[in-house]
């Protein structure tokens, strides 16, 4: 489904933020990306997503690919018209539109005549969304607004979603049902590459994952594979000890002489 071959981004023709990262994700799959904050997750998916622009960045080298469409410096509009459509950090809603605005501005790329069956379903699929139809979207709660930002995409029609940082701000419980949408998602066939500091989260949904780390992919691998490794567990999943360059851990050394 998506491809992306030895990434290289840069900011304000200065600041190198991506240095070669090459990952793919197949159709229907979901595929984890973890790292620190700065570690470029967001900037792959500007990269994604046409965005890189409005932030003075440039891909330098490498190739993205939807299937066979190439991604790289497309516009943003014809990009989530090829299916790709990104959830962005912080939900950014329209706050001054109603529920219901919300998801038709969801669907302001489409030319076919199914928007209002669409709408149904997802607010069938959403509840207190339809209970809250036309209330306006600025006064839904962050767990309301997260799901009201989930379903503006689901209204793309997207054959894969982009979800960066869904669980950020929310309460254990909110998390959970963020989870439970994710699922519901994934039985729907939708590929997702899922962006989240909340690794337990992302590795409990995922079939595999990357961590990326000073603009790099420093590992990868199946998600129960990831969720066993010593050096996800201590850096990511609440291990002992103080943080520091996941590159220098130990265990991580030593797979690389083996793998050298």
Do not use: C
Not at 155 to 167: G, Q, V
Request: proline share 3%; charged share 25%; net charge positive.
């Amino acid at each position: 489904m998506l491809a992306i071959h030895n990434l290289e981004v840069v900011y304000n023709q200065v600041v190198r933020v991506l240095g070669g990262v090459s990952l793919r994700v197949d159709a229907g799959e979901t595929v984890a990306l973890l790292g620190p904050n700065g570690a470029g997750k967001t900037t792959l998916l500007r990269a994604l997503t046409g965005l890189l622009p409005i932030h003075n960045g440039v891909i330098t080298k490498g190739r993205l690919l939807l299937e066979e469409t190439e991604l790289a410096r497309k516009a943003p509009e014809r990009i989530v018209r090829a299916g790709l459509v990104q959830v962005m950090e912080g939900r950014r809603i329209f706050t001054d539109l109603s529920v219901e605005d919300n998801l038709r501005a969801g669907a302001h790329t489409r030319r076919d005549g199914e928007v209002r069956r669409d709408l149904d379903n997802y607010f069938t699929l959403f509840p207190r969304l339809a209970e809250r139809r036309r209330q306006q979207a600025g006064f839904l709660s962050g767990g309301e607004q997260q799901m009201l930002a989930i379903a503006r995409a689901l209204m793309a029609k997207p054959r894969m979603l982009l979800l960066d940082e869904p669980s950020l701000g929310l309460s254990p419980l909110l998390v959970a049902e963020v989870g439970k949408l994710i699922r519901v998602i994934q039985q729907q066939g939708i590929a997702i590459l899922l962006v989240e500091q909340n690794a337990a989260l992302a590795l409990s949904l995922a079939a595999r994952g990357y961590v990326l780390e000073g603009g790099k992919v420093v590992i990868d691998g199946p998600a129960q594979t990831l969720r066993e490794d010593p050096d996800v567990q201590e850096f990511y999943l609440g291990g002992a000890g103080q943080r520091r360059d996941f590159r220098q851990a130990k265990h991580y050394r030593r797979k690389r002489r083996w793998l050298s």
